[in-house]
């Protein structure tokens, strides 16, 4: 690899560090940010901003890279992402910071959805599945590294740190890309889709805002959160028929035609969903079923990372031996086998036991962070492949946040029934637990204060919901491994690859 190339691979590497990290960075943060500032009822806005525009404006910033070229959207990205950071940093209030999150977020979108296909434009094609592998495993070590990080800074720095640090990383990121990454395909000008750009930033944004707030702020069945999903499916139904009729639509349905792109999306999706229980609910089990200290139940996720970082390497490494299906079928089974074994964990597990499963499930999530953002791409000309990746990077957003939202209700509806059930007088509860808020029980206060046999059967409780809990998430396990025996049989080809390269180049 040229310098000049490592310059802009450093630099890509960068930007997806920072995008990805920072939609986890603040979760063990919130605490002290909400103590100095205040704002408790709406501290979900903080994460909440930061998830919905990064989503909205993903599919939005890849559609334009296609029409216009990659490298002004990208520098546009960094820079966006630099100035929310900044703004973050120096945020005086909860409601100041969430839109400064949001303004982040746009810029993230920017550089997610773009840095994977100017990595496929600018890697030979006989390198492509090593950097996909290295790309993989950043893109997933950042979903761990993020609270670890965030934790780590705010303890020993100040939480505007958490922000601040983007500053010196994205300038990096920003001068190699700007210094070094030359565009050399042309880009077709064409009519930019603004009914479909607003229509799809609605619907993600009444969507995203019911997920995260129905249950929490809002009860679901509350006219806020009804009318936020009615939104949605209106402005849903009003997207299709926009892009149906648009001549350069930002949501591309002609690619669904491939069944390799549509299966793969579909696989992400689903595989999102169910990857996301585990990095949820360990370090919750770890914390109020072990009796972890909240910091040792983050550490928990450390075999996990160590699991994807590898798959998602050798998934590189092997697309061009192997295909694409025959890699996620068998990763996939590893993340199957995972789950099937966290359905089974009780108050008796041991935390060797949860490390090795952790180490499993890692391996099962890996390589769809590498093999399906190559998979996505590798049927389409340059001119779809910005459409194609950032679709991809959307849909597996989705199912991750779908994850989150739909496997938390199945969690605390099946905890509190129990711990109702224990205590069926809401007198009888011991104090300081909540049974309209049963997580009260992690506070490590309340667990030296209650006798024995209540904690044994609060942490009973506790075990019990979240092992059904993983049992549910067999059902999207299943999906995407379904998903993936329905990809087709092709494989990167880096000769075929290779000679188109060297046509477009003459």
């Known amino acids: 690899m040229t310098k000049k190339l490592a310059a802009i691979v450093g630099g890509l590497l960068l930007a997806i560090l920072m995008a990805s990290m920072d939609n986890t960075i603040v979760s063990t943060s919130i605490g002290t940010i909400v103590g100095e500032m205040g704002g408790l009822d709406k501290f979900v806005w903080v994460t909440t901003a930061y998830m919905v525009a990064e989503m909205a404006c993903m599919p939005i910033f890849g559609k334009l890279s296609d029409m216009y070229g990659r490298k002004r959207f990208f520098i546009f990205g960094i820079i966006v992402f630099m100035i929310g950071s900044a703004l973050c940093g120096m945020a005086e209030s909860i409601v100041e910071l969430s839109i400064f999150r949001a303004v982040q977020g746009v810029g993230a979108g920017a550089m997610v959805s773009i840095a994977f296909t100017i990595l496929f434009d600018v890697i030979p094609a006989k390198e492509r599945g090593k950097m996909m592998g290295a790309f993989g495993a950043v893109f997933g070590l950042s979903s761990v590294l993020g609270p670890l990080l965030g934790g780590y800074i705010t303890d020993h720095l100040n939480w505007s740190w958490i922000f601040y640090i983007n500053l010196p990383l994205g300038f990096i990121a920003l001068l190699m890309i700007a210094l070094f990454y030359k565009e050399s395909k042309e880009h077709s000008r064409q009519k930019i889709d603004w009914a479909g750009s607003v229509l799809l930033i609605g619907a993600v944004v009444c969507f995203m805002f019911g997920l995260e707030l129905g249950g929490k702020t809002y009860a679901w069945d509350s006219p806020q959160i009804i009318g936020l999903f009615a939104g949605f499916a209106v402005l849903a139904f009003l997207l299709v028929l926009v892009e149906r009729r648009a001549a350069e639509p930002i949501i591309s349905f002609g690619l669904f035609r491939s069944r390799l792109y549509t299966t793969s999306n579909l696989v992400a999706m689903f595989s999102g969903a169910a990857y996301m229980t585990a990095a949820i609910f360990i370090p919750i089990y770890v914390q109020g079923v072990l009796g ?207 000679q188109e390269e060297l046509a477009t180049a003459h």
């Not at 996620?328 to 935390?351: A, D, F, K, P, W």
């Not at 994850?403 to 059930?421: D, R």
């Not at 067999?474 to 995407?480: C, D, G, K």
């Open 292 to 498: 972890g200290s909240a910091s040792n139940s983050g550490l928990t996720l450390l075999p996990m990372m160590v699991g994807s970082v590898v798959t998602a390497t050798l998934g590189g490494f092997l697309m061009a031996k192997l295909q694409y299906r025959t890699i996620m079928i068998g990763t996939l089974t590893m993340l199957l086998v995972g789950l099937v074994l966290l359905s089974q964990i009780t108050v008796e597990s041991s935390r060797l036991a949860i490390t090795g499963i952790m180490i499993l499930i890692g391996l099962g999530i890996g390589a769809s962070f590498s093999v399906l953002s190559t998979a996505v791409m590798d049927s389409f000309p340059a001119s779809q492949r910005g459409a194609a990746s950032s679709t991809l990077n959307f849909n597996r957003s989705l199912g991750m946040a779908l994850g989150i939202t739909i496997f938390g209700i199945v969690q605390s509806h099946g905890l509190l029934s129990k711990l109702s059930a224990s205590f069926v007088d809401g007198a009888a509860a011991p104090a300081g637990l909540n049974l309209s808020d049963p997580y009260s029980l992690l506070n490590p206060a309340f667990r030296q204060s209650v006798e024995p046999q209540v904690l044994d059967t609060i942490t009973s409780g506790l075990s019990s919901s979240i092992g059904a809990t993983f049992a549910w998430s067999l059902v999207p396990a299943v999906l995407a491994l379904i998903a993936a025996f329905m990809m087709t049989k092709g494989k990167m080809n880096p000769a075929a690859e290779g």
